[in-house]
């Protein structure tokens, strides 16, 4: 078991009632999983098999977490479990080694997840594309006074754009939709994105 020494700081700096569950799952998911390798992600313990994220842990003050990468995970758990607790995690808030399941069941969980990332499926499923908003007119008509914020605008992508657009369109009065046309050519001129600040 190769282990990550940020992950033993991370053990040793949490909570005493978190130390012995995050220590214990530690245990489980190298010894079901034997090729996994530690990191830390997101600013929590985080295990990588065959460089896609396995599972991860986190300790909180009151509370412990952990939970499986793979989407189809949930289902299995959710259905062995049902619901839990709200908490980060799809174990609930862990505050004792007794909120664990017990080590087969543990184990039969990590080897599963092991068989899903085998499968090659998806570990989440890929977002939805949101739509593109339409570009208000008088945007559109400012846009075509100047070259360079229309190249800006032509090379952004749909989310850049729809920051402008949302923020132009929210303006109550005509007088602040203008002054936000006006600030949104200036800094889309010099390549700024909305919230380039």
Known sequence: MSREPRIDAYILQAAAFARPILARLRRLVHASCPDVEETIKWGHPSFSYRGKVFCSFAAFKAHATFGFWHQDMQKLVRKDLGPTEAAMGLLGRLTRLEDLPDTRTLAGYFKAAKRLHDSGGPARPKPTPRPALPVPADLAAALKQDKRAAATWAGFSPGHRREYIAWITEA??????????????????????????
């Open 172 to 197: 109550k009065r005509e007088a602040s939709r203008a002054a936000r046309v006006a600030t949104s050519l200036q800094w889309l001129a010099t390549g700024k994105p909305r919230n380039w600040k």
